[in-house]
């Protein structure tokens, strides 16, 4: 846990002098428990999948890449239950585990690999929100940093990019037995992900705020629309998309 350290004194975290004064915000990135589905075994973090708790959380992000591996791996990502008053995003995004988090690249999105792809929505994800928790940040040169223009380029391009239906099983505390999906292109899905129209609507500030004219805004439009999203019988990208409710 973390430490503070006060008149001479180091206190955990946990303490309760600390804990009902601080709160805090995370950011989880693919949280794989190492589980089997089925059994449980062999119970890794068990008993901080059910989080309700802990009262003073205040955020979280949690970004899932939606690319399976054998089960044999124990592969399976833990989507958690949070304190009803946490603002709680779960998103789906490109790649594979850490293959979500490699080296970035400033070339075209059309020539990137789905990897380098990955990785350039990660970085941009990553940084968005901790500018937002109010932690900046510096790069040296070598570092590539994607522009949202970039990134919104790379959603446009996978959104079009010809994919089959895939699915990676999760450890749902929830109950609702989720799986992130990635849906292929002929559900016309209009977003890529969550990401994708943030990105879209940021866009859309920014050249409201550069010219006169009135742009309207599309991020309450079609929010459902995800190519890469979470099955739980609910989201839909059109009518045609049927499925029950876990």
Request: charged fraction near 20%; aromatic fraction near 8%.
């Amino acid at each position: 846990s973390s430490k503070f350290k006060s008149n001479d004194k180091v206190t955990s975290a946990n303490d309760d002098n600390i804990s009902n004064d601080v709160s805090f915000s995370t950011l989880l990135f693919d949280p794989v428990p190492g589980n089997a589905v089925t059994t449980g075994f062999p119970f890794t973090a068990s008993f901080s999948q059910d989080i309700r708790s802990c009262h003073n959380l205040n955020r979280v992000l949690a970004i899932y890449p939606y690319e399976p591996l054998p089960n044999i791996a124990l592969h399976a990502p833990t989507l958690s239950i949070y304190p009803p008053h946490t603002t709680v995003e779960e998103d789906v995004t490109l790649g594979c585990h850490q293959g979500a988090l490699f080296g970035t690249s400033s070339a075209p999105a059309g020539s990137m690999s789905i990897y380098t792809k990955a990785s350039n929505l990660s970085f941009r994800r990553i940084l968005d929100y901790l500018k937002s928790e109010g932690i900046e940040l510096e790069f040296p040169r070598m570092i590539y940093v994607p522009t949202e223009q970039h990134c919104l380029e790379i959603c446009h391009s996978e959104l079009r990019r010809k994919v089959t239906t895939t699915s990676r099983i999760t450890h749902d505390m929830t109950g609702m037995k989720r799986k992130i999906i990635r849906r292929s292109e002929t559900e016309g899905c209009r977003w890529l992900n969550k990401h994708h129209q943030q990105l879209n609507e940021t866009s859309n500030v920014v050249q409201k705020n550069k010219n006169s004219d009135k742009i309207s805004s599309s991020f309450e439009d079609d929010s459902n629309d995800y190519q890469l999203t979470f099955d739980d019988g609910v989201i839909m990208c059109s009518s045609t998309f049927q499925s029950s409710v876990c």
